[in-house]
Each structure stands twice: as C-alpha cells, then as structure tokens.
C-alpha cells in the first residue's frame, strides 16, 4: 500500500471576499475630480478679478479632494486584496470545516 498525499481544500467561491461599493465609485469618480479641479486651477492661475480667485482655489481643492479619493480606493483595494489572500491561506491550511 501507498499513501497519496491528501490534497489541501481549495477555496470556495463563497469565500470570496468583495469590495465595497465606495471603492468602484470612487475610482470612477476620482479621475474627473483630479482633471477638472487641474484644469480650473490651470486655467485662472494668473488671474487677478475675484471670480478667478475663487475658481482657482476651487479647482485647488477639488484636486486634492480626488487625491485623497483615488488613494482611499487604493487603500481599500489593497486592504480587500490582503484579507482575500489571508482567508485563502487559512482555509487552505486549516480545512473548510465552517458549520454553517
């Protein structure tokens, strides 16, 4: 008699972890805040009347806002992808024996 190696379980598909929402919309949303809070302060940068002021600093702000959303969806990203690769490794090691 051999002994064959006992294969570890392979992950289910319901253990699959997804992302949430916020992180599609703000991967979506986030490319147009950058460009068109660039484009306002870029285009009224030498601008001296009010409004132009005032739409300089808005495109200021509203780049930095798309910055800060772009790598908040790459956090989350890469948060999900970690715990993914986390619970595959678990399950992997320790058998898929959840009584639910």
Not at 10 to 15: E, H, L, Q
Not at 54 to 64: E, H, K, S, V
Not at 70 to 83: E, H, N, P, Y
Request: hydrophobic share 50%.
């Amino acid at each position: 008699m051999t002994n064959t190696p006992v294969q570890p379980p392979v992950p289910s598909a319901d253990t699959h972890i997804g992302a949430p929402g916020i992180t599609t919309a703000l991967f979506v949303v986030t490319p147009f805040l950058v460009l068109f809070g660039g484009f306002l302060h870029w285009v009224n940068l030498g601008k001296t009347f009010d409004w132009a002021i005032f739409q300089t600093m808005l495109g200021t702000a509203l780049f930095w806002v798309g910055v800060a959303g772009f790598l908040t969806a790459v956090l989350l990203a890469g948060v999900r992808a970690m715990l993914q690769r986390q619970t595959d490794v678990l399950l992997r090691a320790g058998g898929d024996d959840r009584t639910v």
